[in-house]
Nanobody, 119 residues
């Protein structure tokens, strides 16, 4: 069973920064597209950013473009989400997820890490 473990969440004031990390238990991590999702209270879960197995052009939700950066370190089986200039509307439970190559859907999920941004 593939396990994903997120860390790095917390509480910050608006304008602050956080870096989320997600460690994947399998070496096949190098073949996964990795995504970061978030779910604010009472709302649906949205894809915030994703990065392919080859670390090609990443995807970003429009509202985080220019503020968030997704990256991966295949040697450490880890994907990161650097979040800068945080806003109260970024408050959410953040999840990382893995899409095995060719599967077409995010199959493996972490438990989530809470990010709270105060004004």
């Amino acid at each position: 069973q593939v396990q994903l473990v997120e860390s790095g969440g917390g509480s910050v004031e608006a304008g602050g920064s956080l870096r989320l990390s997600c460690v994947v238990s399998e070496r096949t991590f190098t073949t996964y597209t990795m995504g970061w999702f978030r779910q604010p209270p009472g709302k649906e879960r949205d894809l915030v950013a994703s990065i392919t197995w080859s670390a090609g052009t990443p995807y970003y939700l429009d509202s985080v473009k220019g503020r968030f950066i997704i990256s991966r370190d295949n040697a450490k089986n880890t994907v990161y989400l650097q979040m800068n200039s945080l806003k109260p509307e970024d408050t959410a439970l953040y999840y990382c997820a893995a899409e095995p190559r060719g599967w077409g859907r995010y199959t493996y999920w972490g438990q989530g890490t809470q990010v709270t941004v105060s004004s």
